[in-house]
Every structure is written in structure tokens, then in C-alpha cells.
């Protein structure tokens, strides 16, 4: 029913950029929030940066200052502005969506994961 896709992951040299993108698809007639979260080898998943349907963001505070979501609703997709990267910053970055769909008036939805490695 409804898809989600992450892009733009990779490897960078500490405090070099990334920008990752998620867009969703499928029978979607809103979505509410929108978020990333990460998981690197032997840790749990913790969130990264999360935003509202109104716009409003918040952050871990391992990231504020350095991260920006934002989203861009006619497209269904959310972004993740990544800045001054660490070496900490090394996991596998998922998406999260939380969509009413045409059938389901809430439900969640991950997407796949994409790698982030910072690494000289």
C-alpha cells in the first residue's frame, strides 16, 4: 500500500555533508510526522530529528547544530541536512512516516535503510 524510500547516503570525510531524502508513495491522503532515526553496529536504534505536520522540529542533542529536517509535503518526501559530520555519526539511517492512508487512518512505515560512513 504505501511504500517508503531512502536515498543519499554514503561515505564522507568528518566534517564534510551529506543529504538524505525519503519519499513516500502509494494510497497516501496525509502524513503526519515525518523522522529519521539511526542504528550503528551494536547500538539500538535511537531518533535522530523528527517533524510535524506543521512544521515543527526537533532534534537528539547529539545533532542540533549540525542537522536540519525539513519536509516538503506536496512531495511527500522529508530531507536530512547533515553538517560538520563525526565519525559518530556512522549508522544506518531509516526513515520514518507516520501516514493516513486511504484505508488506514494511522500507520507507520519504515523505510529501508540507507548507510551514512564518516571515515577519513
Known amino acids: 500500500q504505501v511504500q517508503v524510500v531512502e536515498s543519499g547516503g554514503g561515505l564522507v570525510q568528518p566534517g564534510g555533508s551529506l543529504r538524505l531524502s525519503c519519499a513516500a508513495s502509494?494510497?497516501?491522503?496525509?502524513?503526519?510526522?515525518m523522522g529519521w532515526y539511526r542504528q550503528a553496529p551494536g547500538k539500538q536504534r535511537e531518533l535522530v530529528a523528527i517533524?510535524?505536520?506543521?512544521?515543527?522540529?526537533n532534534y537528539a542533542d547529539s545533532v542540533k547544530g549540525r542537522f536540519t529536517i525539513s519536509r516538503d509535503n506536496a512531495k511527500n518526501t522529508v530531507y536530512l541536512q547533515m553538517n560538520s559530520l563525526e565519525p559518530d555519526d556512522t549508522a544506518v539511517y531509516y526513515c520514518?512516516?507516520?501516514?493516513?492512508?486511504?484505508?488506514?487512518?494511522?500507520?507507520?512505515?519504515w523505510g529501508q535503510g540507507t548507510q551514512v560512513t564518516v571515515s577519513s
Open positions: 502509494g494510497s497516501i491522503f496525509s502524513i503526519y510526522t
Open positions: 517533524v510535524s505536520s506543521t512544521g515543527t522540529a
Open positions: 520514518n512516516m507516520t501516514i493516513r492512508t486511504m484505508t488506514t487512518p494511522s500507520a507507520v512505515a
